[in-house]
Every structure is written in C-alpha cells, then in structure tokens.
C-alpha cells in the first residue's frame, strides 16, 4: 500500500486509494494507515463538515459586517499597507494570500467585484463593465486603494476582534467593525452547499435615512436601487424575506425617427450581450417581429431594436417584457451567518441590527475615547502638580539609600494631592515621571498644560454628553456620512408597478391561419390545395374559436394542423384566433331547431371557457342547423331580410329583422323565435352599427397603462375615432386613439380626452438668458410627435393650464430688482391662441419665486336664434366634462 494514503470501500468492493488529508475533517474521527472505510461512513462524517466549511468561510455574508470571508481578508490586507497611493491589485492579490486560504484567482474576482460597486475602493485601470459584462484587465495592470469612505466607517483597529489566520503566522479580523450597512448598500450572492444567499443592493441615500428613522422609533421601507437602473415591481416583494418576489424591467421607448425600440437601462444582472441574444432568440422562434438589434453600448446603454414597417412599437414592447430578458424576475433569499449559523431574515431586520450595531460600537468608541482622554487628563495633571510643586527637586537629593526609597519618597510627595486626582497615583506614574529627561524638566511650561487640561475636560464633558445621549449622536453620525458621501448616489431604479402582459396578446403573429372548412381540418402549416381557406395572421401561442354549422363551438391551441371538427359535423362556418375576456365581439346566430322546428335567432358572447371543451349554442335537437352567422369585433348589429320558403296559404314572404332589437346575452341562451315557417335564405340589408356603449377609460399612474378596470383617474368615455391627447416634459405633445395596449413616456405631463375646444396655456423659460414666456395653442389631432416648445433648445416648461380664460399670479424674487412682489395675470387678454410653434410674449425677465393659477374667468354663455342659452360644451357627456375638468392647473415651477 502507498505510503501516506488510505483505502476506501463499499460494503462489497475495494476502490482506489484516496488522499489521507481529504478526510481528515475537522472534529471527524481519526483514520489510522492502512484501514478500510466504507463510502457510505466517509459521506456520513464528513459531509456536513464540508457544507459547513463552504457556508462559514466561503459563500454567505456574516450580519456584523456584512462581508464574506474573502471580502473581509481584502480589505484588511489593503489596509495593512495603505499608504494613499494606488497598488497593483497582483500586489494585493499577493498579501490578501496570507490570510485566505483558498487561491489567487477566488481574490482576484471578489476584489473586482468590489471594487465595480464604487463604495470601498477607488480603482485605476480596466475594471471591466458590469453593462457590457466584459472583464477587467489582467491584475498586474490594474490598481486599487481604500476610499476615504472605507477608511471612515470599515476600520478601528481598537474595536476589532481578533483570531489567527490559517497558518497561525498573522492575525485577522474576526469581524470588521464597520458603521454602515454595508451588507445591503452592496449586495451579495453566494451559493453554497444546500443554501444560496442572494441580497439585492439598495440606496446609499435611502438607508441613511432609513436608519436614521429607526433611531427615531420611525416606520420605514426600503426596496433595491441598481447600478444598472431599469424599473422594478415590488408589489410581492415580502421586505426581501422568503416567498417575495421582485420583477425587474429594462427602460426603453420608441424612436420615431429611428423607427426603432430604444433600450437604455437593463435589468440587474443583465447584460446588454445577454440582452441582445434573448432578443434574437426571440425573434428566431417567431415571438417577435424585428428587423435587427444594435448594441452601442458603452459607458451608457443603448441597444437599438428595428422594426419592420407595420409592427406596432407598443405590442412589441410587450412582447420584449414578455419573451426576452427586458423583464426578469428575482426571489431574494436574504441568508446571513448570524452566531456562526445561517439564518433567513428580512432585509428591515437587516438594517435594524446594522443600526444597532453601529450605535453600539459608536459607544464603545467614545468610551474608549473617554479612557483615553481620562488618561491624558491624569498624565498632564500629574506632569504638572510635578514641576508647580517642586516634587521633582526630590531626585536631586543624594541622601537616599537606594533608588528605590527616592521614588516612594516621591510618592509620598504627592500624598496631599492625591484627592486632586480622579484615579489613583500609582508607583508606574511616578516611574514614568522620574524617566523624564532634565531638559525638558527645565522647558515644561505650566501655562500649556493648563491649557491642555481645560481642553481635555471640554472634550471629556462632550463625550460624556455624547454617550449620555447615545441615540442622538448617532443619528448626527448618519447624517454626517448621509451629508459627506451621498452627493452623486441618488436613486436610480425607477419603482413602479408593472401590469401583467398575457404572453398570447404580445406574441407576433408570424404564421398564417388556414381552415379546410368542409374536411374540418385547420392550422398554420395547413397543405395549400382546393378548399383551403386564409383565415388570418396568428401566432404559435394563439387559442383559435371554431364554429359549426350544427351549432357547437369549441375553443382550442392553433396547431401545424389539426382537425377542429366533430364526429357528428366537419362543416366550419366561422373560426378565428380567440382573446380571452373580450367582451366587445358579440355573434350573431341564426339556426333551425331540428330538421323543421322553428328558426331561432340570438345574440352571444364568449367570455370564460375551458379550451378542447365543446359547447351546444342551441337546444340540442337532433338535424339543428345554423343557417346564419356574423361575428362583429364592436358589437355590431345588422339588418337582414329573411326569405320564407314559398307555400299556399302564406301571406307573407319576406320580412326585414334588425339585430339591434335584440339584447345580449350568454353562449347557453337558447334565442328568440324569429319565425314559424321555413326559410328559404337570408340576406343583408344593411351594414350593422355597435349597439355597444361607450367604453370608459381610466389611466393609472403606477403602471402608466391604459384600463376600464377604473383604477387611477378617469378619463372618460370613448369611442369610434375618439383620441387621447397627451403633453410631454420634453416639449412635445402628441394624440394617439384608447388601445389598452398603449405606452406612455415617462415624462408626460397631462392625459385627458381630446376635445379640440380646449386651449392649453404654456409658461416655459429661456434657457439663454432665463426669461419666462407665455403661450397659448388650440388641442388639436396629432398623429405624430408635435413640439410646444423649439427642438433642442433646451428651454423647459415651468407650468400649464387647461382653463379657457384662466388667471395667473406672479410672486417674485425678494432680490428680484421688481419694484413689486407680486402681480395678477388676465392670461386671455394678455395673450392670444395662436399656434403651438409660435415662441409666444415674453412674461417677465425678472426672477420669479413661484407661480400660481387662479380661479378662472367664467366662460361665456352663448345665445340660440330663439334667445335660449347655449352651453358651448354641450357635445361632451357630463362624466367627460367632470374627466376634464380634473387636473386643469398645474405648476413645475422648481424654487
């Protein structure tokens, strides 16, 4: 047998010799040379010495300070020899190495990860590019030194902990006494064995504050913010703890001119390669329709997604939240090694022990302070009593036996002064006194150190103070770092709520729907031959509706091809592709119950069904036949005309029917007698108008969606050619129809109906010169992108109005050199409605503190040719007026 090794075995069989050491866990039973060990005992004893292992000293972060292992040897390693200058991370790689165990290349990666969240470390060099995902340069190019940051709230040498390291030559932290909730201001993710820790960064701002509020016995709520921006949903959060659920979306918008998706923001952990790969994943397998991807990613993002002419930009990007990694989700798992045991919490309770953490080594600072500046006060006192009382001409005696009886001599001196003192005098003082060379005893100034004494007690009084009021400094110590480092780290993730996109609305439709309607065969890979009909565009993922002409239906997946008919009845009369809960298409139906029973006629829609499940339209008599039937997207109702078959005795041939007359109802309704005798045919007599209301409209804020769910602010009811006219930020205005599926930029102003009687009110400054100009243009329809302001001027809207004679004050800047402070506006006098690209009259050019719209100016009220009142606004229904209405007067004014 091979010196050093042992064997290990099954119960049956001998295998191959395997390393000693790699079984040799820590507290396992000793194995002597040359025994015989079965697998099942070696997974028994030393596999839960392994996970452990990996858990405490690799993957999870430690609560105190919210650090790995390797992190924590890093920084300490760095600030071992930090001298202010920048040094070659292989340096650093290199002394980190006496500390951790476990290679060069593990140190490597964590310190670049480090050094790419810009908290801890100023770097130098390539560091690479958590946009692009490319790697950071080899280490003997690149360079790091601690931040002025870590240097302040990561280090006190006094307050660490210490253990040894791996090899018992150095010492290392325990723990790092850092005063600052490090853990989530960086986030973390470590997957170890079993477990997997995964801490999503939050705002540097945000946690100050926070912070600051838990001092205060204040609620608070905190959710991530990402390097990479992007907007997320934290509906289903759960404060990170298990169970919650984080959605996260890329930023984007359409550009007209570009005729293309920008993308400008991309989710956590996503990178714009990544991006673009999922994206053309997507259009390879016919999700969606584009023309090419672009990345330009450098230090921005933009990943430029073209499309062909006819896709809408809205559904697409629906349909890039939906199939590629525009959105992804995340499940926190908010593990941390609490006791040296791994324990799940809540990112609130996080945050708690961090502040509590912080206070307590805040205290113990100041104490330590405290002992050190009591020292001090001792020292100089001591110093002092020592030359003002000619103590020290002891030593100048000769009449002493032995140095020993001179120095309790000089104890003895001090014997009535020692109430002086706020500890006691012991023999080290005077030892420490007598070691005092003799020219400095001749240069000691009393004065000084009088000085220096009433210093000390003023520092001694504050901290004592200090510690007294523990709670109020510390929320000062939050706002001192809130105040010195937040500038520059303001919230970049846009928190908003996130609509749930059905992936069969977005989906592209890049196949075509064919139906054999005698054979009852259908799909999109249907053969091309006699009888073979073009339905429709659809997608993969599209349920199709099927109608027979026995009077079943049934709902079912579109596939290559297949067979939609029924033993009793292959015959198609409608099939189209299906939408779940649409309740604007209503069918119209006529058909004979049995083979001479009445004719039938209703009217239906089809909201809830199980797919592959048929349904009877009629009574269910045997030979029913339908023998009329319309499907009409709006609710359309047509009039026919129904040709009786010719008999003796029948008065009556033909009659015109209006569907209009009869109402709507479920898919089980049996329907109205349309009439006794048999039908010959039926014909249309004229084209059907929706019988349907108006819909309502809402728009809700939180997802910037349309919806008739009335969430958010009314907008009103629309319908047929009815827009929605939309004010931009930037200086734009636009009008686009009530799609639901609809996007909105994230700089709109206003939304509201269009009426082309509103007349909008615009104050806008200069951005040469910061005068403030007023102007005055009629809504109107505009399909395309229309500026209210000039292009690439840079000027910015500071306030608006709705108000037909609306009335504006003016409060100026004290200093403003205006010779009054304030002044009232009659806007529709002053200014008349001209176009929206006029530059409009200039409304002051002194400095304006705030602007404010007041009551209105009645509107006039008109006469008929008969002298009866006109109301003006009478075309609008009464809910719009009041839609209108919301919301007419808004200032942006920044002070």
């Not at 790697?135 to 302040?152: G, Q, T, V």
């Not at 998706?261 to 991309?266: A, G, L, P, R, S």
């Not at 806008?764 to 403030?772: F, I, L, P, S, V």
Request: glycine share 6%; proline share 3%; hydrophobic share 35%.
């Amino acid at each position: 047998m091979d010196e050093g090794k042992i064997h290990a075995s099954t119960d049956d069989d001998v295998v191959e010799p395997i390393e000693a050491n790699l079984l040799q866990g820590e507290g396992a039973e000793r194995v002597e040379e040359g025994e015989t060990i079965s697998l099942n005992s070696m997974f028994r004893d030393y596999w839960v010495d392994y996970a452990s292992d990996v858990i405490l000293d690799r993957s999870v972060p430690d609560i105190d300070d919210g650090l790995k292992p390797v992190q924590r040897r890093i920084l300490h390693a760095m600030n071992e020899t930090d001298d202010g200058r920048y040094t070659k991370v292989a340096n650093i790689v290199g002394n980190t190495m006496q500390y951790h165990p476990h290679g060069d290349a593990s140190i490597k990666d964590a310190l670049v990860n480090i050094g790419q969240k810009d908290l801890l470390i100023d770097c130098q060099g390539n560091w690479g590019n958590i946009l692009t995902g490319d790697d950071a340069a080899a280490a003997r190019y690149i360079e790091a030194r601690l931040s002025k940051f870590a240097k302040e709230v990561v280090f006190n040498a006094k307050t660490t902990e210490w253990k040894p390291s791996y090899d018992g030559r150095k010492k290392e932290p325990v723990t790092l006494p850092i005063k600052f909730p490090l853990l989530l201001a960086q986030g973390t993710k470590g997957i170890a064995v079993t477990l997997t820790s995964v801490i999503l960064p939050y705002n540097f701002i945000e946690l100050m504050e926070s912070s600051i509020k838990i001092l205060k016995n204040e609620s608070f709520e905190i959710f991530p913010d990402f390097p990479t921006g992007g907007m997320i949903d934290v509906s289903r959060y759960n404060d990170g703890g298990q169970g919650g659920r984080l959605r996260i979306r890329a930023k984007m918008h359409y550009d007209e001119k570009r005729k293309a998706i920008v993308i400008t923001e991309v989710p956590y952990t996503v990178t714009t390669g990544d991006l673009k790969e999922s994206i053309v994943k997507a259009f390879e397998k016919g999700k969606i329709k584009i023309k090419k991807v672009d990345d330009n990613t450098a230090a921005e993002v933009e990943v430029v997604v073209y499309l062909p002419s006819g896709v809408s930009p809205d559904q697409t990007i629906d349909a890039l939240y939906t199939f590629t990694n525009c959105q992804i989700s995340f499940s926190p798992q908010t593990c941390v090694i609490v006791d040296k045991k791994p324990v799940f919490m809540t990112v609130s309770d996080i945050l708690r022990h961090s502040t509590m953490r912080t206070k307590e080594l805040l205290r113990r600072e100041l104490e330590i302070h405290l002992g050190e500046l009591e020292s001090r006060w001792h020292w100089v006192s001591l110093e002092k009593l020592f030359f003002e009382k000619g103590i020290y001409k002891v030593l100048e005696k000769r009449d002493f036996d032995s140095w020993d009886d001179q120095v309790t001599a000089i104890e003895r001196a001090f014997d009535p002064y020692r109430k002086m003192f706020r500890r006691e005098i012991i023999r080290e003082d005077v030892l420490k006194l007598c070691e005092r060379p003799v020219r400095k005893i001749s240069k000691f100034d009393i004065k000084k150190a009088e000085e220096e004494l009433s210093g000390i007690d003023a520092d001694i009084a504050e901290t004592k103070d200090h510690i007294e009021h523990l709670t109020d400094y510390a929320i000062a110590y939050f706002q001192h770092i809130l105040d010195t480092y937040g500038k520059g780290r303001e919230r970049r993730t846009e928190i908003r709520g996130f609509e749930d996109i059905q992936a069969v609305t977005v989906a592209a439709a890049n196949e075509k729907l064919y139906v054999n309607r005698t054979t009852g065969f259908a799909g999109y890979n249907l053969k091309r031959e006699e009888g073979v009909d073009l339905v429709c565009e659809c997608s993969k993922m599209d349920d199709i509706i099927v109608f027979r002409r026995d009077g079943t239906m049934m709902v079912t997946k579109v596939q290559e091809k297949g067979f939609v008919g029924s033993k009793e009845c292959t015959e198609i009369i409608y099939i189209s592709v299906f939408r779940k809960r649409d309740d604007r298409t209503v069918y119209n139906m006529i058909y004979r119950d049995g083979a001479f029973g009445y004719v039938m006629v209703k009217r239906f829609s089809v909201i809830g069904v199980t797919r592959d499940t048929e349904y009877d339209l009629t009574k269910r008599t045997k030979g029913t036949k339908v023998i009329y039937f319309t499907a009409n997207a709006n609710g359309e109702a047509e009039v026919i005309t129904v040709h009786h078959v010719s008999k003796p005795q029948l008065r009556k041939t033909s009659f015109d029917f209006d569907f209009a007359s009869l109402a709507i109802k479920g898919r089980q309704a049996a329907g109205n007698i349309l009439t006794r005798n048999a039908v010959r045919n039926i014909t249309l007599k004229g084209e059907g108008v929706s019988t349907l209301g108006a819909r309502k409209i809402w728009f809700d804020e939180s997802v910037k969606r349309l919806n008739i769910n009335e969430a958010g602010r009314y907008l009103g009811e629309f319908k047929g050619a009815d827009k929605i006219f939309l004010l931009m930020q930037s200086g734009v205005m636009r009008t686009v129809n009530f799609d639901l599926s609809n996007h909105f930029e994230d700089d709109l102003l206003e939304i509201r109906k269009l009426n082309k009687k509103n007349i909008v009110t615009i104050v806008y400054r200069k951005k040469e010169g910061g005068a403030h100009y007023i102007k005055r243009f009629q809504c109107d329809d505009f399909d395309k992108k229309t500026f209210y302001l000039e292009e690439g001027s840079g000027d910015s809207i500071v306030t608006y109005s709705f108000d037909t004679f609306p009335r504006l004050e003016v409060v100026y800047e004290a200093n403003s050199g205006k010779k009054i402070t304030e002044e009232i506006v009659e806007v529709y006098d002053f200014i008349g409605v001209k176009g929206p690209s006029a530059k409009g009259k200039t409304l002051t050019t002194f400095a304006v503190k705030e602007f404010h719209w007041l009551e209105p100016l009645p509107e006039p009220v008109s006469e008929d040719n008969e002298g009866h009142l006109v109301d003006d606004t009478a075309e609008d229904s009464n809910e719009d007026r009041m839609a209108l209405a919301e919301g007419t007067q808004i200032s942006l004014f920044d002070n």
